[in-house]
């Protein structure tokens, strides 16, 4: 007979959760037998927003292929984009499609199903093109990493199928134009027929003229294999038409919000790139002394989003443009601001109904949306200048939009060397009035800013620290310049009752402290490239605290003059004194009459250097690529050869060989 005295309470608990689990499956199996009310294969699960109020990128509605087919459309163009070039390329060669009569869709390769690739041959005489952008240390951009990855995997065939590449890349990185390479190469590894010679445009020069010379010898070819007149129309050819909405409730509106509508106020999460996390600014304050140049430190409070990140991840922050400009463009385009209104895609079949979050008003979509400070491009320019009413003007417009030489050189000294954006370029064509919307059809979007995150969670991990310098230049004319995202963030006025929010999300990055605590390291990083080394330095301090065994940390730093711009000094020197930092290295370059800057610090260490390198050290690099960056990779080089007794292919190699084994990682930008 049971004795109830035996039983204890933690015995009842386990009774009684045995009992719960066993009437749990016992009801599960019979649900399991009962017929489904509800056939949930046929559910859809939608953005929490109105499909016509949002540039939606997706084929939801038919497969690629059976949307092809259905439309006549035998022209697929795939664009990979981190910061909108690739995207604007790829609709502005949709776009140029129709002055040919050809019928072309533009696919976000994120937005389909990548098995439809392998069946791009089913389509007769179908060309697919691929725009796309290398990203950091030659990797792809977000939106197209599955189609990369799917890519490598995939051994399908695609015999008949026609292709051509062109790729976004920056000279001034050491893996230029990566992704476009391998592209064009892996897809003729498939079968494809190559239609034209991959393109490769240089964003440290002037990408916009080398996609504009590409396009000059794709269609030729495209024309020839269509068998089809290769004389462009010369017509205007619009991409989306305007509707002015006088009755929409204020709460269908876009006020702003990347994606989902309300999504600001409604906040929640996951939170990413599609829907940002609106973090408050808690602490805000300027790291300069004595000058009137300016370096934010900025700290976001992520308490209540469930956002993680780790040391050397990147925050980006989804700016404004200044009120000035953009009420200077509704006075000089004679537009109520205020208006509500839609853009709607005159092509009922594209994927993208909107060029931006719709509807919306004028001042939300040039202070959001619209990338309104950029320089104008060839296509704008081009397509603007039929609005010029004086024929001198527009005869100078249609020259700079041309791919003559003449023109070209117009484009440069005009618009580059001058540094003319929108305002400028139609205060000097006073005759020059187009509609807003067909400015803002050609203008391209407002992208978020990728900033290195200046901390560590392990010490903060309720609030993200960014460290910005803000942008401020003269052009050649004497016209003050401003960084967007920069002077809007400086602009913010903040307190101890006053906690302005600002759009952010987290990407995660490559540029990782090692996995063993043991191993030594060595940081490079002049100027704000000091900040994710900030991260490093927090955690390695956190975890010799907790009594845990740190390597050596060596860092490189510089920065003009010790008394103005010495960016978190006190907390470098007190890393030092207690041995967090084992050797703190600062150039300052104009404290003397002769400039040193790091790399000079960098090579006199020359014999240390390789020992750390020698007994499995990583280095890490953040700041400015087109120099810094390639000099300090120059002396790695020479300290391998002479310290390591290497010839000099060999020690090329050997540093080569660091960068793939993550021991030699860069962050950096031009």
Same mark, same amino acid.
């Given at each position: 007979?049971?004795?109830?005295?035996?039983?204890?309470?933690?015995?009842?608990?386990?009774?009684?959760?045995?009992?719960?689990?066993?009437?749990?499956?016992?009801?599960?199996?019979?649900?399991?037998?009962?017929?489904?009310?509800?056939?949930?294969?046929?559910?859809?699960?939608?953005?929490?927003?109105?499909?016509?109020?949002?540039?939606?990128?997706?084929?939801?509605?038919?497969?690629?292929?059976?949307?092809?087919?259905?439309?006549?459309?035998?022209?697929?163009?795939?664009?990979?984009?981190?910061?909108?070039?690739?995207?604007?390329?790829?609709?502005?060669?949709?776009?140029?499609?129709?002055?040919?009569?050809?019928?072309?869709?533009? *696919?976000?390769? &994120?937005?389909?199903?990548?098995? $439809?690739?392998? !069946? #791009? +041959?089913?389509?007769?005489?179908?060309?697919?093109? /691929?725009?796309?952008?290398?990203?950091?240390?030659?990797?792809?951009?977000?939106?197209?990493?599955?189609?990369?990855?799917?890519?490598?995997?995939?051994?399908?065939?695609?015999?008949?199928?026609?292709?051509?590449?062109?790729?976004?890349?920056?000279?001034?990185?050491?893996?230029?134009?990566?992704?476009?390479?391998?592209?064009?190469?892996?897809?003729?590894?498939?079968?494809?027929?190559?239609?034209?010679?991959?393109?490769?445009?240089?964003?440290?020069?002037?990408?916009?003229?080398?996609?504009?010379?590409?396009?000059?010898?794709?269609?030729?070819?495209?024309?020839?294999?269509?068998?089809?007149?290769?004389?462009?129309?010369?017509?205007?050819?619009?991409?989306?038409?305007?509707?002015?909405?006088?009755? *929409?409730?204020? &709460?269908?509106?876009?006020?702003? $919000?990347?994606? !989902? #509508? +309300?999504?600001?106020?409604?906040?929640?999460?996951? /939170?990413?790139?599609?829907?940002?996390?609106?973090?408050?600014?808690?602490?805000?304050?300027?790291?300069?002394?004595?000058?009137?140049?300016?370096?934010?430190?900025?700290?976001?409070?992520?308490?209540?989003?469930?956002?993680?990140?780790?040391?050397?991840?990147?925050?980006?922050?989804?700016?404004?443009?200044?009120?000035?400009?953009?009420?200077?463009?509704?006075?000089?385009?004679?537009?109520?601001?205020?208006?509500?209104?839609?853009?709607?895609?005159?092509?009922?079949?594209?994927?993208?109904?909107?060029?931006?979050?719709?509807?919306?008003?004028?001042?939300?979509?040039?202070?959001?949306?619209?990338?309104?400070?950029?320089?104008?491009?060839?296509?704008?320019?081009?397509?603007?200048?039929?609005?010029?009413?004086?024929?001198?003007?527009?005869?100078?417009?249609?020259?700079?939009?041309?791919?003559?030489?003449?023109?070209?050189?117009?484009?440069?000294?005009?618009?580059?060397?001058?540094?003319?954006?929108?305002?400028?370029?139609?205060?000097?064509?006073?005759?020059?009035?187009?509609?807003?919307?067909?400015?803002?059809?050609?203008?391209?979007?407002?992208?978020?800013?990728?900033?290195?995150?200046?901390?560590?969670?392990?010490?903060?991990?309720?609030?993200?620290?960014?460290?910005?310098?803000?942008?401020?230049?003269?052009?050649?004319?004497?016209?003050?310049?401003?960084?967007?995202?920069?002077?809007?963030?400086?602009?913010?006025?903040?307190?101890?009752?006053?906690?302005?929010?600002?759009?952010?999300?987290?990407?995660?990055?490559?540029?990782?402290?090692?996995?063993?605590?043991?191993?030594?390291?060595?940081?490079?990083?002049?100027?704000?490239?000091?900040?994710?080394?900030?991260?490093?330095?927090?955690?390695?301090?956190?975890?010799?605290?907790?009594?845990?065994?740190?390597?050596?940390?060596?860092?490189?730093?510089?920065?003009?003059?010790?008394?103005?711009?010495?960016?978190?000094?006190?907390?470098?020197?007190?890393?030092?004194?207690?041995?967090?930092?084992?050797?703190?290295?600062?150039?300052?370059?104009?404290?003397?009459?002769?400039?040193?800057?790091?790399?000079?610090?960098?090579?006199?260490?020359?014999?240390?250097?390789?020992?750390?390198?020698?007994?499995?050290?990583?280095?890490?690099?953040?700041?400015?690529?087109?120099?810094?960056?390639?000099?300090?990779?120059?002396?790695?080089?020479?300290?391998?050869?002479?310290?390591?007794?290497?010839?000099?292919?060999?020690?090329?190699?050997?540093?080569?060989?660091?960068?793939?084994?993550?021991?030699?990682?860069?962050?950096?930008?031009?």
């Amino acid at each position: 007979m049971l004795n109830l005295n035996m039983i204890g309470y933690t015995d009842f608990l386990m009774i009684g959760g045995i009992s719960a689990i066993a009437l749990y499956l016992w009801i599960s199996s019979k649900s399991k037998q009962q017929p489904t009310m509800v056939d949930l294969k046929k559910l859809k699960v939608l953005p929490s927003n109105i499909e016509d109020n949002v540039s939606a990128n997706s084929i939801s509605e038919k497969g690629l292929i059976e949307k092809m087919k259905a439309s006549g459309k035998t022209i697929v163009i795939f664009f990979g984009s981190q910061t909108g070039t690739g995207e604007e390329f790829a609709q502005r060669l949709s776009k140029n499609c129709r002055l040919y009569g050809l019928k072309a869709l533009v *696919v976000d390769p &994120e937005e389909i199903d990548l098995e $439809e690739l392998s !069946r #791009l +041959n089913e389509i007769p005489n179908a060309i697919a093109v /691929f725009i796309m952008a290398t990203y950091g240390e030659g990797d792809p951009t977000d939106n197209a990493q599955e189609l990369f990855d799917y890519l490598q995997q995939g051994d399908w065939d695609l015999k008949g199928l026609k292709y051509g590449v062109f790729g976004l890349g920056n000279k001034t990185y050491e893996h230029y134009n990566e992704v476009g390479k391998y592209f064009d190469k892996r897809l003729e590894e498939l079968n494809g027929s190559r239609l034209i010679e991959l393109g490769l445009g240089d964003d440290d020069a002037n990408i916009e003229e080398d996609f504009v010379t590409w396009m000059d010898k794709f269609w030729p070819v495209v024309c020839d294999f269509y068998g089809i007149s290769a004389s462009e129309q010369d017509i205007s050819m619009r991409q989306y038409k305007l509707m002015n909405l006088d009755d *929409v409730p204020v &709460e269908k509106v876009f006020k702003g $919000e990347v994606y !989902r #509508l +309300n999504s600001y106020v409604k906040q929640k999460p996951p /939170f990413d790139s599609k829907n940002p996390f609106m973090a408050p600014i808690s602490v805000k304050y300027n790291l300069f002394k004595g000058t009137d140049r300016k370096c934010l430190h900025i700290e976001l409070d992520i308490s209540d989003s469930r956002l993680r990140y780790e040391a050397g991840d990147h925050v980006a922050i989804y700016p404004a443009n200044d009120p000035t400009i953009v009420n200077r463009i509704g006075q000089l385009l004679d537009v109520d601001l205020d208006q509500t209104f839609s853009l709607i895609n005159i092509d009922e079949d594209a994927s993208k109904k909107h060029p931006f979050p719709c509807p919306t008003t004028f001042r939300t979509a040039l202070t959001f949306y619209l990338d309104i400070t950029s320089l104008p491009t060839t296509q704008l320019i081009k397509e603007l200048a039929q609005y010029a009413t004086d024929e001198s003007e527009k005869k100078s417009l249609q020259l700079m939009a041309s791919a003559s030489e003449e023109g070209k050189a117009l484009y440069n000294s005009f618009i580059r060397d001058e540094h003319t954006d929108l305002v400028n370029l139609l205060e000097k064509m006073s005759s020059l009035k187009p509609p807003v919307d067909h400015v803002m059809e050609l203008l391209p979007r407002l992208q978020a800013r990728y900033y290195s995150i200046s901390s560590s969670p392990k010490v903060h991990p309720n609030t993200i620290h960014v460290t910005c310098t803000v942008i401020e230049y003269e052009t050649k004319d004497g016209r003050l310049c401003k960084g967007v995202t920069t002077n809007w963030l400086l602009n913010k006025p903040v307190g101890e009752q006053l906690k302005p929010k600002v759009p952010i999300f987290v990407r995660k990055s490559q540029f990782r402290l090692p996995f063993k605590f043991q191993t030594s390291i060595i940081m490079i990083g002049p100027g704000t490239g000091l900040a994710p080394f900030r991260g490093f330095l927090q955690e390695r301090d956190y975890y010799r605290k907790e009594g845990r065994m740190v390597g050596k940390s060596i860092l490189y730093y510089g920065c003009r003059r010790k008394a103005e711009d010495y960016l978190y000094q006190e907390e470098l020197e007190q890393y030092e004194t207690n041995g967090t930092l084992t050797k703190l290295n600062v150039a300052f370059s104009r404290d003397q009459a002769e400039k040193v800057y790091v790399t000079h610090l960098l090579r006199k260490d020359a014999g240390m250097v390789w020992n750390i390198v020698k007994e499995g050290g990583h280095i890490y690099v953040c700041g400015d690529a087109k120099n810094m960056a390639r000099d300090v990779h120059d002396i790695l080089v020479d300290i391998c050869e002479k310290e390591g007794g290497m010839g000099r292919t060999q020690a090329v190699q050997y540093v080569k060989d660091l960068g793939q084994k993550s021991r030699y990682v860069l962050d950096v930008w031009s």
